[in-house]
């Protein structure tokens, strides 16, 4: 079985700081992680992906993910935020060969002048 | 090209009619997907299709049918739907084999009245 947490439910930051959004995956595989990000009335945007290769994940727009097995943890980081990154992002876990994929129930960023 | 496009963007309709949803890939993608996704929720999981056949049915209303009618196109028919129908429905794509992230359309936003 497979499920992922996402602690925050919002995190509020000032632009220029830096973000942290939580994520903790539990999985009987070994897991892809994904982090998704959806601006207001879009559909998903894949920001970045962990596929047993490199534990630390660079994806697009400056963010990066670390995967840490013994935390069973993916979060989420971004030295400095931007207006543009204000949308809710999705901590996703699944399997290769699975077509499921596992949404956690999403972290609402707020980017503040 | 890596997009998934969706037709219509907006659709409102009566409880009695029959629309379609439409969704088209070209990434050469074997499997596709119909998520709904209620306001502030994670997308639900709908249907699976691989190579044109349909494999996982999350035990959808009747009232919703998927149909694939060739590997880059899926659609989602509609009839005789109820106010509580009305979503953000997603269509997403991934490789039949290894890694399965998927990428999303910008959706539908359907409203019921």
């Known amino acids: 079985a497979q499920s992922v947490t996402q602690l925050d439910s919002h995190v509020s930051v000032s632009e220029g700081t830096p973000v942290l959004l939580r994520c903790n995956y539990s999985?009987?595989?070994?897991?892809?992680l994904f982090w998704y990000v959806q601006h207001p009335n879009k559909g998903l945007q894949l920001l970045l992906k962990y596929t047993s290769a490199a534990t630390l994940v660079k994806g697009i727009n400056g963010f990066e993910a670390e995967f840490k097995k013994s935390e069973t943890s993916f979060h989420l980081t971004k030295p400095s935020a931007h207006m543009s990154d204000a949308a809710e992002y999705f901590c996703v876990v699944s399997a290769t060969g699975f077509q499921k994929l596992v949404f956690g129930t999403g972290t609402r960023l707020l980017v503040s002048p | 090209d890596t997009e998934v496009t969706q037709t219509p963007k907006h659709l409102v309709m009566g409880m009695t009619n029959k629309k379609s949803l439409k969704c088209e890939q070209h990434m050469g993608h074997r499997a596709m997907y119909w998520y709904k996704q209620k306001a502030k929720k994670p997308p639900e999981l709908m249907f699976v299709?691989?190579?044109?056949?349909?494999?996982i049915n999350e035990s959808v209303p009747s009232r919703f049918s998927p149909e694939c009618p060739n590997s880059s196109l899926l659609n989602l028919h509609l009839h005789a739907l109820q106010p509580e129908d009305s979503a953000l429905y997603l269509c997403a794509s991934s490789q039949e084999t290894g890694v399965p992230e998927q990428f999303f359309g910008p959706g539908t936003r359907l409203t019921v009245l």
């Open positions: 999985s009987s595989y070994s897991p892809s």
């Open positions: 299709y691989s190579y044109e056949k349909l494999s």
